[in-house]
T-cell receptor, first 113, second 117 residues
Framework: GNSVTQMEGPVTLSEEAFLTINCTYT??????LFWYVQYPGEGLQLLLK?????DKGSNKGFEATYRKETTSFHLEKGSVQVSDSAVYFC????????????FGKGTRLHILP | DGGITQSPKYLFRKEGQNVTLSCEQN?????MYWYRQDPGQGLRLIYY???????QKGDIAEGYSVSREKKESFPLTVTSAQKNPTAFYLC????????????????FGPGTRLLVL
């Protein structure tokens, strides 16, 4: 079945460090891929998405490229800030008929000033 | 402003009691979803609805019930049969179909934290 695997946290970095959160997926079709962010006590917000191979999603300095050959969608940011501290979820949607989205378990990110 | 609202923000349940969590959206979305989030875990799908008066069980539907009488509303009832209801509950919605049949993004409400007394 379809699944998403992302690196376990927590990830702790200093401000202005480079960030990578790994995400790999298994899917039978041609999925759309998403990164969502959850700030403490809040719901999830869409951070970025990509709908086909080689697409790059980007938002707020974050980027992720849809790599079909490695079935990956790693999240990167060149210089993190304290305000980026949150939980990040990788997700995919696959079927053309099924509206369900499959989420990874989330990666907690702590940025130290 | 368009969006999804959930109420209440915190909810307390006594033993043997049913409680209902509210979810309303004014985005004109067809599809709505309920997820449960436990500490250190990802989101697990409880129920989803693709259209008014229709809904399907997700991965962990036991002990929960839903209704979809109106497009904008998708309330979740946590029944007394749910033995471990303490969790953070998230409601989401999405346009059912995008041109070409590709998936549309899900938009989330702020969540309701349910605690057992």
């Amino acid at each position: 079945g379809n699944s998403v695997t992302q690196m376990e946290g927590p990830v702790t970095l200093s401000e202005e460090a480079f960030l990578t959160i790994n995400c790999t997926y298994t899917a039978t079709g041609y999925p759309s891929l998403f990164w969502y962010v959850q700030y403490p006590g809040e719901g999830l917000q869409l951070l970025l998405k990509a709908t086909k191979a080689d697409d790059k999603g980007s938002n707020k300095g974050f980027e992720a490229t849809y790599r079909k050959e490695t079935t990956s969608f790693h999240l990167e940011k060149g210089s993190v800030q304290v305000s980026d501290s949150a939980v990040y979820f990788c997700a995919l949607s696959d079927s053309w008929r099924d509206d369900k989205i499959i989420f990874g378990k989330g990666t907690r990110l702590h940025i130290l000033p | 402003d368009g969006g999804i609202t959930q109420s209440p923000k915190y909810l307390f349940r006594k033993e043997g009691q049913n409680v209902t969590l509210s979810c309303e959206q004014n985005l004109n979305h067809d599809a709505m979803y309920w997820y449960r989030q436990d500490p250190g875990q990802g989101l697990r799908l409880i129920y989803y609805s693709q259209i008014v008066n229709d809904f399907q069980k997700g991965d962990i539907a036991e002990g929960y019930s839903v209704s979809r009488e109106k497009k904008e509303s998708f309330p979740l009832t946590v029944t007394s049969a749910q033995k471990n209801p303490t969790a953070f509950y998230l409601c989401a919605s999405s346009i059912k179909w995008q041109l070409g049949g590709r998936k549309e993004t899900q938009y989330f409400g702020p969540g309701t934290r349910l605690l057992v007394l």
